[in-house]
């Protein structure tokens, strides 16, 4: 069965500033995605990221990119320009191509400080 | 990606009696999963949600226990039975279409007294 482990329990860095999040996986498999969660105080799960492991590019979308790396099966978050509303809990998340069910990290709680 | 309407949003309950959330869909989507988030914890598969067939359960988890009913291809319910405190939670409904991400409902906080 594939995990997903979060290191980082909690990490704070100052607006504006630039910060990195970890995740590694373990899985046997070829084909599968990985998706990057925010979880703010509303509950609300957002999709900030998503990557396909069979693309080499690294996802971007805006402020989000991501460093995937197959080999060493890490995929880490990184979030340019912080800004306060991204306060929040991160989850990073794994399924395989063709079953959508998600396995979950641990979360990282990332506050931004004013 | 669609909308997930659930509901209640919140509801505190007492021991012993059932409480059931809805998920509705706006618009048609091929999977439907129910997630337990316990507090400050991670996201738990309870089950997937099959349309007109009995749901799968992950392991721990027991229809008995988590009854979950998918008449449609927009609509399920989970309902939490016989609930103790150890049920207090978060849970979210999910949907997806194959081959694209999984967008969630706004969750319902349970808190069983």
């Known amino acids: 069965a594939q995990t997903v482990t979060q290191s980082q329990p909690e990490m704070s860095v100052q607006e504006a500033e630039t910060v990195t999040l970890s995740c590694t996986y373990d899985?046997?498999?070829?084909?599968?995605?990985l998706f990057w969660y925010k979880q703010p105080p509303s509950r609300q799960m957002i999709l900030v990221i998503r990557?396909?492991?069979?693309?080499?590019q690294n996802a971007t979308e805006n402020r989000f990119s991501v460093n995937f790396q197959k080999a060493a099966k890490s995929f880490s978050l990184k979030i340019s320009d912080s800004q306060l509303g991204d306060t929040a809990m991160y989850f990073c998340?794994?399924?395989?191509?063709?079953?959508?069910?998600?396995?979950f990290g641990t979360g990282t709680r990332l506050t931004i400080i004013p | 990606s669609a909308v997930i309407s659930q509901k209640p949003s919140r509801d505190i309950c007492q021991r012993g009696t059932s409480l059931t959330i809805q998920c509705q869909v706006d618009?048609?989507?091929?999977?439907m999963f129910w997630y337990r988030q316990q507090p400050g914890q991670s996201l738990t598969l309870i089950a997937t949600?099959?349309?007109?067939?009995?749901?799968?359960?992950e392991s721990g988890f027991v229809i008995d226990k988590f009854p979950i009913s998918r008449p449609n291809l927009t609509f399920s319910t989970l309902t939490v039975s016989n609930m103790s405190p150890e049920d207090s939670s978060i849970y979210l409904c999910?949907?997806?279409?194959?081959?694209?991400?999984?967008?969630f409902g706004q969750g319902t906080r349970l808190t069983v007294v």
């Open positions: 998340a794994f399924n395989y191509f063709g079953n959508e069910k998600l396995t």
């Open positions: 899985t046997s498999e070829n084909n599968y995605y």
């Open positions: 990557q396909e492991a069979y693309k080499q």
């Open positions: 949600a099959n349309q007109g067939s009995e749901a799968t359960y």
């Open positions: 999910s949907a997806d279409r194959v081959g694209t991400e999984a967008f």
């Open positions: 618009s048609q989507v091929t999977m």
